[in-house]
């Protein structure tokens, strides 16, 4: 059974940085492709970045955000910089079996956390 738990959520101000971790159980990293997806206040949920057979990022984040995968610890992170107000939502770490998409969408995760709350704001 594959399980994953968010952990570095917080409330931070415009500018900052944060970064959020994503640990794995059940299956190595490496067996698997992990994004992140945001859901602000009224919106659906949206695509952020994964890391799979490659690195991928919506536009909004590019520059800003980085995705990494730790073997070691079986874990993926987000390293959040240049946060801005717009940033604000839960993210949610997701696991697929399908190692490579052009364009990834919720659909195509099947394993997901609970969620972690960012809120940037002065």
């Known amino acids: 059974q594959v399980q994953l738990s968010e952990s570095g959520g917080g409330l931070v101000q415009p500018g900052e940085s944060l970064r959020l971790s994503c640990v794995i159980s059940g299956r190595t990293v490496r067996a698997l492709a992990v994004g992140w997806f945001r859901q602000g206040p009224g919106t659906e949920r949206e695509f952020v970045a994964a890391v799979g057979w490659r690195s991928s990022y919506t536009n909004s984040v590019k520059g800003r955000f980085s995705i990494s995968a730790d073997s070691a610890e079986n874990t993926v992170y987000l390293q959040m910089n240049s946060l801005k107000s717009e940033d604000t939502a839960v993210y949610y770490c997701?696991?697929?079996?399908?190692?490579?998409?052009?364009?990834?969408?919720?659909?195509?995760?099947?394993?997901w956390g609970q969620g972690t709350q960012v809120t940037v704001s002065s």
């Open positions: 997701a696991g697929s079996d399908r190692y490579y998409a052009p364009n990834w969408s919720s659909s195509d995760f099947q394993y």
